[in-house]
């Protein structure tokens, strides 16, 4: 099944074009939600990017607990955090040990994240949807050896509700990253970004049937990948270019406001 996913994912950014990198989750779930309901989760992903001139190759894990909120029915806004964990190669050439040049700790991180659709159109079918999240991060190893920054990504495309199931999106993305790296002296580098940008992006959020008539919550379970032409799996470096991330949760009954007749039912 991740197989066939992750196949899927590489399909879309190859038919966008997109030539670059992949990153985090953006807002699991990638559904937008009724007015007045919150989200309340859990996500962890990993995700390998080149940064650099070298494109040297560098290794992000992300756990974090969220919260978002929809003040209406088209917009989502939410806060999370956690704990980044980094491992920065030490050559390009993945003919050494190549990611035991840096091996960071999980530091703290968090940041904010907002979904914006449209409404549901051709009888509750398709939405079109935009995504954004930026995130603080910043991991050390135990010579104290900093990689630390800021990374923001951006996707925009259609998502299809899919009837007793959830929802399916994809399109193509936007990752950025601005970094600051430091010696075991607190010594600053001359910072990093990300040498590739763009790539094509899938998400799945599933909701479970045995729970989706409960009125005070829709648990959910939500898959997004990131991929592009030049993604690639390795020994040495166990993803190129590839980001998978899930999250699981729930949907909250209505914080605010007064209860409708009409169920949500996905």
């Known amino acids: 099944m991740m197989r066939l996913l992750t196949i899927t994912a590489l399909i879309v950014g190859i038919i966008g074009g997109s030539k670059g990198v992949s990153s985090f989750t953006l807002s699991n779930p990638a559904t937008p939600i009724p007015q007045a309901r919150g989200v ?12 650099g001139k070298d494109s040297v190759p560098m290794l992000l894990n992300r756990i974090h607990l969220r919260f978002a909120v929809a003040p209406s029915s088209l917009l989502t806004l939410g806060v999370e955090a956690g704990a980044t964990q980094v491992e920065v190669g030490g050559d390009t050439l993945g003919v050494g040990d190549t990611l035991a040049a840096f091996h960071g700790k999980y530091g703290l991180s968090g940041g904010v994240n907002a ?3 449209t409404p549901f159109y051709f009888n509750d079918v398709m939405s079109i ?33 899919i009837k007793h199931f959830g929802y399916i999106g994809f399109g193509p993305r936007l990752y950025l990253i601005s970094g600051q790296n ?18 094509g992006w ?20 939500s898959l997004e990948v990131s991929v592009t032409p030049s ?33 949500w039912n996905p």
């Open 129 to 161: 949807g935009a995504h954004a999240s930026g995130n603080y991060f910043m991991s050390a190893n135990k010579y104290n050896a900093q990689y630390g920054g800021i990374d923001i990504a951006a996707a925009l495309g259609p998502q299809f509700h």
């Open 231 to 263: 993604s690639r799996f390795s020994d040495k470096i166990p993803l190129r270019e590839i980001a998978i991330s899930v999250s699981i949760g729930t949907i909250t009954k209505r914080l605010f406001g007064e209860e409708t007749d009409v169920e």
């Open 40 to 51: 309340v989760g859990a996500s962890y992903g990993i995700a390998g990017v080149s940064i």
């Open 182 to 199: 430091y010696d075991t002296g607190g010594v600053a580098g001359k910072g990093y970004s990300n040498s590739n940008n763009l790539s």
């Open 202 to 221: 899938l998400s799945i959020d599933f909701f479970p049937q045995s729970a989706t008539a409960k009125p005070n919550g829709k648990p959910y379970i």
């Open 115 to 117: 979904t914006i659709a």
